[in-house]
């Protein structure tokens, strides 16, 4: 049976890595935690480009990042700002999350503000491929 990373260390993972994130032109650093079912994580942050549609959001980054290590299944991810409010993945961002299932536990944390969602929740008529 797997682990569970304890939620304080996954916010502690989340805000650590906003802290890393390249925002020259939005001012706006996120950071992610990514849980697995087997209780690895993987973090990411957003890193902006002059080209505004390469960047890549950091829920993007950490699910990446998991895939290459051959993860499939997730259990949590944690989404981390400096503002005030916390905030749910983007639309881009939950598509590609949901992929992967929408049962994911979500968790958006501001300063000031936290926030819980299910992906379903975030996503309830989610695009996906079907064999009909």
């Known amino acids: 049976m797997s682990s569970h990373v304890p939620l304080r260390r ?4 989340a805000r ?20 697995t ?20 959001c950091a829920e993007r980054g950490a699910l990446a990042a998991a895939v290459a290590q051959g993860h499939r299944s997730f259990r949590r991810l944690v989404v ?7 905030v749910a993945p983007c639309g881009a961002c939950r598509q590609v999350l949901a992929e992967f299932g929408t049962r994911l536990e ?11 969602w299910t992906l379903q929740e975030l996503i ?5 491929l079907t064999d009909d």
């Open 10 to 13: 996954l916010k502690e993972l």
């Open 16 to 35: 650590a890595m906003w802290r890393r994130s390249y925002a020259p032109y939005s001012r706006y650093r996120v950071g992610a935690a990514l849980e």
């Open 37 to 56: 079912e087997s209780g690895a994580v993987f973090t990411g942050c957003n890193v902006e480009n002059a080209s505004y549609g390469l960047t890549i």
């Open 80 to 86: 981390a700002t400096e503002g005030d409010q916390a």
């Open 106 to 116: 979500v968790h958006g944390i501001g300063t000031k503000e936290n926030r819980r």
């Open 124 to 128: 309830p008529e989610v695009f996906v």
